[in-house]
C-alpha cells in the first residue's frame, strides 16, 4: 500500500460518513432488497467464494494454525447457504429507524416522544469467522448505519471476497457501495488507526479474544460495544427441581465449551449439594469435564481438584468447571457479585420468590430462570443475527442486534407553539 494506513483510513472514514447519510434516510424496502441481492450474489458466487476462502485455508496450515482456528475459517458451500439465509432472515426482520414511541402531550400543548434512529458509523472489529462480515455487514445496513470491517489477517481472502458481494449487491438496489468498507491491508497498525478516527466512527464493535478486545479498551478513543469475560454462573436452589438442575448444567458447559455463554461456575445449595452433586459430577467427568471445587465440594465429590482464587475469575472456553457449595440463595449473589463478568447468570429453583429476586438482584446483561445459559444469544432471543454481546450499561447491554444499533432522540411535535 502506497499510502501511509493512517492516511488510507482517513478516506475510508470520510467515504463511510458519507454513505451514512444517504443510509439512515433509505428506505426499508431498499435495505431489503440490497440485503436479498446481496444473498443472490454470495450464492452465485459461491464457487469463487469458496477458491478465496482456500487460499486462507492453505496459508493457515503453513503458518501452523490448530484445528479448530482452521475450521472457524473454513467457507463450504453448507456455510455460503447459512450466509445468505442469515441475510434473508435479517430482510424480514421489522426495521427499527423512525419508529417513534412515547409520544404524549404536555401541559404547553406540544407532543414529546422519542425516535429511533442509526448509530451513524460502526467500526467493527473481528478474528477468524469470515461469516462475521456478512453478519455484521448485514446487521449494520438494515440498521441504518454505514460500517467500516476489519477483519483478521487469517481471512483476508475470504473477507474480500465477501465484501466485494456486499458491495455488488448494494449497487443493486440503488444504495451507496461506501455503506460496507473492508479494511483490506492485513497490517497490525490499521487497528490503531482505526480506534483514532473518533471524527468518522460512532462505536468500534469488537469480536475476537481477549488479547484484542483488551488492547481495543486500552487505544480506543472511540465509545466501544464490548464484552471481556463470559464468567457465567448457574446456582441451584435446594428448592430445585433435580432432574431440571442436571439438564440445564449439563448443557450449560457441555453443548460447546469455547463459547462466552458457556456455564463457567456452578453455585449449588448446601441443601441439596449432598444427594445432587455427586451425580452431577458424575455426569459431567463422564463427558470428560475436569472439576475444581471448593473445600465442601471435595468433600461430597471424588477427583476434584482444589478450586483456587483464580478459578472463581476465570472464563475457560474448556472443559474445566468450577463448583462452589453455599449456603443460600444470598450467598450464591454475592459470588456472583464479586466474580461475574456480568455475562449471563442462571438460577435453578421452582421457588416464584426466590427466582424473582435473583432476577430483580443479578446485575448482568442476561438473568435466567430453569434455562441454559447457551440461551443468551441474539438468535434464540429473536433478534435475528447479533452483532456481540455488551456487558456495559450504555447504551445497550447483553446480545445487541439491529436495535441495539439504533439510539433514540427526542421529536417534539407543535402547530405553532410557542413557550409561554
Not at 173 to 198: K, N, S, Y
Not at 226 to 250: M, Q, S, W
Request: hydrophobic share 40%; aromatic share 4%.
Amino acid at each position: 500500500m502506497t499510502e501511509s494506513i493512517q492516511t488510507y483510513l482517513e478516506t475510508i472514514g470520510h467515504n463511510a460518513r458519507a454513505a451514512a447519510r444517504q443510509i439512515s434516510r433509505a428506505e426499508t424496502a431498499a435495505k431489503n432488497q440490497a440485503l436479498l441481492a446481496i444473498a443472490a450474489t454470495l450464492e452465485a458466487e459461491a464457487a469463487f467464494l469458496i477458491a478465496e476462502n482456500q487460499k486462507d485455508l492453505e496459508a493457515g496450515r503453513q503458518s501452523g494454525l490448530d484445528s479448530a482456528m482452521l475450521d472457524r475459517l473454513d467457507i463450504n458451500a453448507k456455510r455460503v447457504k447459512t450466509m445468505a439465509d442469515g441475510l434473508r432472515e435479517i430482510a424480514a426482520l421489522p426495521d427499527p429507524v423512525g419508529e417513534i414511541t412515547g409520544l404524549t402531550y404536555r401541559p404547553s400543548g406540544i407532543q414529546v416522544g422519542k425516535m429511533r434512529v442509526p448509530l451513524g458509523v460502526i467500526g467493527i472489529i473481528y478474528e477468524s469467522r469470515p461469516n462475521v462480515t456478512a453478519d455484521a455487514a448485514a446487521l449494520c445496513l438494515k440498521s441504518g448505519n454505514a460500517c467500516i470491517l476489519r477483519g483478521g489477517s487469517e481471512a483476508i481472502h475470504s473477507n474480500k471476497a465477501i465484501a466485494a458481494c456486499i458491495r455488488q449487491g448494494l449497487e443493486t438496489a440503488g444504495l451507496p457501495a461506501d455503506a460496507v468498507q473492508l479494511i483490506e491491508t492485513t497490517d497490525r497498525a490499521a487497528v490503531g488507526a482505526m480506534l483514532r478516527l473518533e471524527h468518522a466512527i460512532d462505536v468500534i464493535v469488537p469480536r475476537g479474544g481477549k488479547g484484542l478486545i483488551q488492547r481495543i479498551m486500552e487505544e480506543s478513543r472511540i465509545p466501544i460495544l464490548k464484552h471481556l469475560d463470559g464468567i457465567c454462573h448457574v446456582y441451584i436452589d435446594d428448592r430445585c427441581d433435580p432432574d431440571k438442575a442436571i439438564r440445564i448444567t449439563l448443557n450449560a458447559k457441555t453443548q460447546r465449551y469455547g463459547v462466552c455463554n458457556a456455564l463457567e461456575t456452578l453455585l449449588i445449595a448446601e441443601g441439596v449439594a449432598p444427594t445432587l452433586l455427586p451425580a452431577l459430577a458424575a455426569q459431567l467427568r463422564g463427558k470428560g469435564v475436569e472439576l475444581r471445587g471448593c473445600p465442601r465440594t471435595r468433600e461430597l465429590v471424588e477427583h476434584c481438584v482444589p478450586a483456587t482464587e483464580e478459578d472463581w475469575d476465570t472464563e475457560y472456553l474448556a472443559p474445566i468447571l468450577s463448583i462452589r457449595v453455599v449456603a443460600d440463595l444470598d450467598q450464591a449473589m454475592d459470588h456472583i457479585a464479586r466474580h461475574s463478568s456480568k455475562h449471563t447468570e442462571a438460577i435453578v429453583t421452582e421457588d416464584y420468590g426466590r427466582a424473582r429476586r435473583f432476577l430483580r438482584e443479578v446485575d448482568s446483561s442476561s438473568v435466567m430462570v430453569n434455562a441454559s445459559t447457551r440461551f443468551a444469544d441474539g438468535f434464540e432471543y429473536g433478534l435475528g443475527a447479533e452483532i456481540g454481546i455488551s456487558t456495559d450499561k450504555l447504551h445497550a447491554r447483553g446480545p445487541v442486534g439491529l436495535e441495539g444499533l439504533t439510539t433514540l432522540k427526542f421529536v417534539v411535535l407543535g402547530d405553532g407553539h410557542v413557550r409561554a
